[in-house]
């Protein structure tokens, strides 16, 4: 980089400028590093040029900065040197990704090259809408840049900037600086940055701690061995509790009787049975293994289906367990340290409910609450949004009572629909376990369909019925597996219905030909 | 008050002769024109050039002590009808917008002055926003030199080149009579560079003196039979003195090379471009140093013939670099060549695109292509023959074409549009899709994901003239959005005068958000802020009154959901005729937090109360159906993976970049979605009473939870 080597006959110069590109979003302070790199340069009497596309580009979009720098020629003092206005595929030193996609982008625009670019990217990832709105997880597979990075760049740099930026209490952008110091990929010096970022003085404080902090990490990165490519972190796994006697009598019964199960089912069972337990009472843990007893024990595979869903399914989404789990010891706290409330500062929490007339009538003995939910006047006067801010008195106690009916639970018209819709699906699990397991295991699985509150849930259902009527049709058939698969996968996919509806148009195709 | 304070930047507007300057593209046009001796500047705020504009707002005071009068204009047209004043008087004015849009909006009055003529030196300088991050049509502004017989500058783009070009274009309309644009790309806008400052130069003749001793000359003006004459003139004086002064002031460059049986011309604003792409072939050097002999056209309209005839005689070939289509230049080359019977081939458009933007790597590709033809002997093997092997590496890419996720621009955090249009997609689940007119704005977002809302945009301020055909007996009724940006720019008459007079039967909303937001935050009519040296606080609703429209309603706060899509339903339901207008206000939340957090940061520091508001997402609660998400899109709603065994989704999160604004908490319950969110009001400096009561709260909260807890089977992880 900016090597001068002796000009050739042509007279013209060797020296190159060197050349940074930044992949920032909107917001992220990219042209704060890129008018820190720039001041560096500078400071060191170089000439520099940076340009950017900002435009409405900066409303949360990605955006790109571009530098070019060179040191002045002694045998030309009154030239200033030309500098391009934008990167050229394969032509650029320094790649800096301010988040893992945004590195990701740039290797996609051919900005890093194996032979000259060193890559400097934050591991964190900030979704973009499309992975966000997908009803199921459309999070993008963050290996795959792991994977590329390690062959497109002549060096790749990743850590989590985002956390060393929120532990400093400063921007991203400062830890990249100091990333950029840390792979002394620059002719300058660690004062010559630091006094960069005191002369623009703002946040000075702040962004030197991250800039010690980025450069500190990044010199590491770099002393590794360099066969140690850089690799993602671990998706977060699944914790399952111990199937382990906790010394309360009942429950260590129910233990007990439980570690009869296949050892493969251990794990499930204990989140399945502590889930149903929390959510009523040991003796509703009982209820959990009789269901699960009731399914024939050599297909591993089904049974660890339904151990899941059907604790999904026992614990329901009610408005008890809604008002339990907020009221509940503990959760107050953990709202303090995610709002990063400190210990002199006071916390209001405000709850926002929107109860219909079918959760409310849901609290209710069957036969009265039906007859109430027809009710237009009373729908008029539930049905609308309330706010309750839970860490006053009067809320706190309605919340609190309201997750006392739990004991009442078992005699509400909601439990009775709850368990007639889980019945019936259970009745179908085992109605197929005889024949065809596969078709079983997906039944089980299309279960997933179910969830939520509200609209949501009754969405949620209407979809599952669907598919359920279809699995009935299918059944016997050879590919009745795979279709009951395939459906659950297009409802999850399809947040309106429309698409569920197609393909289960398709389905009946296959019984036209019949 | 726009996003952005120049006020550090301002100061290097008094540097003077013998000092250097340092900056963006766009402050040095600023001090250049300070230096010409500008007695007026107006213009347009709009990307690239908007931070013009803030600049020159923010520098008030060194204007008037110059005497300078600066106006921030209602539109283009305004602005360019501004340069009236240098009809008649000596007098330096200069106007700016972005192009092309701007110049379609300010071209009537372009043409009426381009055909009158100007006596002082006239400038427009246009912010051209092509190619990569362009919000408009891809077009070019040529077409308007041509078609009006102004000139059209555009220089190569460093700092330097640039202010030189702003000192040569005012005597370049003065020379001859005609406005000169100056056209600057996208990235030269905010290209950061140096150049020697000279001593700013006050007016030598006020604006004043021209108000005190009008005078007028009726050839000026444009109606027969004047207006035969000016095209007269155009032709026959002013366009030979524009060629014989660029030939004279050398505004044009050639740089010599020494392979000069080829060459290379181009428009000004490519010579960066070529020069990069040359030294990459090994055919130039970082300091400009080229092999190849170059002409630099800075002034693309009009062409100095002579000097095009000069540069290509003696030559086998000459490739020409001009982006943008069609290949006007190219064009008029042929004609210059063939009738002064010079033989060089002319390449253009046929090794380079037709269409789309020079990027270093089209650059690369086209000059390759013309050395390869006339001259592959000068190129060096490396340029030749490239041999990396890249073919592990290029697989491993474009993989990533399936992963990296597209990220176009959006609603900001805490955007308080979007729930305008979490409103419009709860109406639209109740009475089916509408036709939805969207327009120019931050709320032209509305047509991406989550909301996919908006069938066409027709130009700023234009939203509701293109639904206007759609006034016709039908089931449903239209709707067209429109910004308060685009009311005061003209929609409240090509819009909604128009609806009224015309007694369209659908609804407009009007989206105010206290700013111009998409273009920076300034302040416009209906601005809320004090602003010292316009007058604002004038409010839609009154606007949208006094042209007569009936069914107004005004939302003060969008963030109430239910509130909005009530409102849309009642205005797309009601039996009243004539158009329904909605003005849905709240303050930018961008803008909003610039100007609140440091009063908050300050407020807190002195000791007062002070609340901070966030929202939460109770990861137990949710169900991670994300059906919250797709009526959102915030930038802070995201998902995080969990480690509940009996979860298959992702669950939702709010991370700490939220502003409190509650939209996800109203969405949650205008749609019935689901009680997961919560809010969080975090009280700094709480008074003593409030930390008493608080404190002795907790306390009861504590053993209420306690008791409940004991009577429970209690888990490992809870206890953790």
Known sequence: MNVSVAP?????????????????????????????????????????????????????????????????????????????????????????????????????????????????????????????????????????????????????????????????????????????????????????????????????????????????????????????????????????????????????????????????????????????????????????????????????????????????????????????????????????????????QVLAITEFFHPRIEEMAGLLPPRLGEKLERSERLAKLIDRGRKLRTTSPASFLLLYCVAGL???????????????????????????????????????????????????????????????????????RQDAAEWVQRLTKVALKDADGAELDGALRTVETLFEDA | ????????????????????????????????????????????????????????????????????????????????ATLAASVMYPVRGAVTFKAPVGINVASDALANLTSGGVTGGALIIIGEDYGEGSSIMQERSHAFAMKSQLWLVDPRPDVASIVKAVRDSFDLSEASNTPVMLEVRIRACHVHGRFASRDNVRPSFPLSRALEQPSRDTNRIVLPPASYLHEKEKIEKRWPAAVEFIRARGMNETFAGDIDDIGIIMQGGMYNGVITALREAGLADVWGETRIPLYVMNVTYPIVDAEVIEFCRGKKAVLMVEEGQPEFIEQALH?????????AKLHGKDLLPMAGEYTAQVMGQGIGAFIRRWRADVLPDAARAPNIDRVEVDDKIRALADVVPPRPPGFCTGCPERPIFSAMKLVEKELGPHHVAADIGCHLFSILPPFNIGATTMGYGLGPASASAFNVPAGKRPIAMMGDGGFWHNGLTSGVGNAVFNQHDGVIVVVDNYYSAATGGQDIPSSRADNRSRSTKH??????????????????????????????????????????????????????????????????????????????????????????????????????????????????????????????????????????????????????????????????????????????????????
């Open chain 2, 539 to 720: 409010p839609i609703v009154e606007a949208v009154k006094g042209v007569g429209a009936k069914w107004v309603r005004q939302i003060d706060r969008t963030y109430d959901v239910t509130r909005m899509r009530d409102t849309l339903r009642e205005a797309l339901t009601t039996e009243e005729k004539g158009p329904k207008i909605i003005v849905a206000s709240s303050e930018c939340m961008l803008n909003k937090q610039r100007r609140v957090k440091p009063l908050a940061a300050a407020a807190a520091k002195r000791g007062e109360r002070i609340v901070r508001e966030r929202f939460g997402v109770d990861e137990d609660v949710c169900s991670g159906d994300h059906a919250c998400i797709r009526l959102s899109g915030c930038p802070s709603l995201s998902v995080k993976p969990t480690s509940d065994p009996l979860k298959d989704n992702p669950v939702a999160a709010v991370d700490n970049s939220c502003v409190g604004c509650g939209h996800c908490g109203e969405v949650a319950d205008a749609a019935v979605l689901c009680p997961s969110f919560y809010r969080a009001d975090i009280v700094s400096n709480p008074s003593a009473f409030e930390v008493r009561f608080d404190r002795l709260w907790r306390r009861m909260i504590g053993a209420l939870q306690r008791w409940r807890a004991g009577r429970r089977v209690m888990f490992e992880q809870e206890a953790a």
């Open chain 1, 406 to 476: 739990r004991r009442f639970r078992r005699g509400t018209l909601r439990h009775a629909r709850e368990m007639r819709h889980l019945d019936d699906w259970a009745q179908r699990v085992r109605k197929f376990a005889a024949q065809d397991v596969a078709l079983a295991t997906a039944v089980c699985e299309a279960r997933r369909l179910v969830g939520g509150y509200s609209d949501t849930h009754s969405r949620g259902e209407t979809k599952f019925d669907k598919v359920m009527r279809a699995a009935d049709r299918l059944a016997g």
């Open chain 2, 1 to 80: 008050m726009a996003e952005r304070s120049f006020a550090r930047e301002v100061e290097d507007l008094k540097l003077g002769a013998g000092q250097e300057f340092r900056g963006e593209g766009i402050l040095a046009i600023t001090k250049a024109l300070l230096e010409c001796g500008v007695s007026y500047v107006a213009g347009y705020q709009g990307a690239p050039i908007s931070h013009l504009m803030d600049v020159l707002s923010d520098a008030q005071d060194i204007l008037s002590d110059l005497g300078v009068h600066f106006e921030t204009s209602a539109s283009e047209a305004t602005a360019a």
């Open chain 2, 335 to 343: 004609k210059i060549l063939r009738n002064a019977d010079i033989p």
């Open chain 1, 8 to 344: 050739i006959s042509t007279g013209l110069s060797q020296a190159r400028p060197i050349s940074v590109a930044v992949l920032a979003m909107g917001g992220q302070g990219g042209g704060v590093l890129v008018d820190w790199i720039v001041a560096l340069a500078e400071r060191r009497g170089w000439y520099a040029q940076s340009t950017s596309v900002p435009g409405v580009a900066q409303r949360t979009g990605a955006t790109i900065y571009y530098i070019e720098m060179i040191a002045p020629d002694a045998s030309k003092p009154d030239r200033h040197p030309v500098l391009s206005l934008m990167p050229a595929p394969g032509k650029v030193d320094i790649v800096i990704g301010a988040e893992l996609m945004e590195a990701g982008r740039a290797m996609l625009r051919g900005l890093v090259s194996p032979d000259r670019t060193l890559l400097i990217g934050s591991s964190h990832r900030s979704l973009a809408v499309v992975e966000k709105t997908a009803p199921g997880d459309g999070t993008a597979d963050a290996s795959q840049v792991y994977d590329a990075a390690n062959v497109a760049a002549n060096r790749f740099i990743a850590f989590d900037m985002a956390e060393i930026a929120d532990s400093t209490g400063s921007a991203v952008s400062a830890v990249l600086f100091g990333a950029l110091a840390g792979a002394a990929a620059l002719p300058f010096t660690t004062e010559d940055f630091e006094a960069t970022i005191r002369a623009a003085g703002v946040g000075v404080d702040a962004s030197l701690r991250a800039f010690t902090a980025g450069r500190e990490r990044a010199t590491a990165e770099l002393k590794r061995d360099p066969k140690i490519k850089p690799a993602p972190k671990p998706p977060l796994g699944k914790r399952f509790p111990r199937l382990a006697p906790i010394g309360h009598p009942d429950y260590d019964a129910l233990v007990a009787r439980a570690l009869h199960l296949p050892a493969e089912l251990h794990g499930i069972v204990a989140a399945g049975l502590q889930r149903v337990v929390d959510f009523q009472d040991v003796a509703y843990g009982g209820e959990y293994l009789n269901r699960l007893e009731a399914v024939p024990r050599d297909a591993t595979g089904l049974l660890q289906a339904f151990a899941k869903y059907l604790a999904v399914a026992m614990a329901y989404d009610d408005v008890i367990r809604v008002a339990d789990l907020k009221t509940r010891a503990g959760r107050f706290g953990r709202v303090r340290r995610e709002v990063r409330a400190a210990d002199d």
